[in-house]
């Protein structure tokens, strides 16, 4: 008992021992899905602001009986916010937020199971050579008990 738990406790820190790492493709791939959250979140956290509005104007006037220039200028900027809102822009900025996070542990859930995919076909390897090594050594072991049947 003791040396098959030494032997799955070795197989398991060789197989584990070379950290196997997702393609550089992909971890860009994931990275940018990432960050495609991350401003997607943050968009959401803003949507509840109402835009700004400004409007400006220049009137200008000419008196031909006193000849006198006259010119107004006109700024007008304006930002309402509705009142029935206001108690829904904290859900608005929290259920963004989760959201974004949500969507972050997918793409952390299928980071996991790239890496998953990784570790078991290693692992088939190691196995499927070490299995080869074995015949082999079975092999030889045959050859070696002809040789003693052929004498």
């Known amino acids: 008992m003791i040396k098959k738990l030494m032997f799955l406790y070795i197989s398991t820190s060789n197989v584990f021992a070379a950290d196997p790492q997702i393609s550089e ?3 860009e791939l994931l990275n940018l899905e990432r960050q495609q959250i991350m401003e997607e979140m943050s968009v959401q956290e803003h949507s509840w602001i109402s835009p700004l509005f400004l409007s400006g104007s220049i009137n200008e006037n000419y008196d031909s009986s006193t000849n006198v220039d006259s010119e107004s ?11 029935y809102r206001s108690g829904g822009i904290a859900y608005s ?10 969507n972050l542990l997918g793409i952390d859930r299928e980071e996991a199971n790239y890496l ?14 070490l299995k080869l090594k074995q015949i082999d050594f079975t092999l030889k072991n045959r050859d070696i ?7």
């Open 93 to 102: 900025i929290e259920q963004a937020r989760a959201s974004g996070e949500y």
């Open 25 to 27: 493709l992909k971890a």
């Open 73 to 83: 200028k006109n700024i007008d900027i304006s930002w309402s916010q509705d009142i």
């Open 116 to 129: 998953k995919q990784i570790f078991t076909l290693k692992a088939q390897i190691e196995r499927d050579t």
């Open 145 to 151: 008990d002809l040789m003693i049947i052929m004498k």
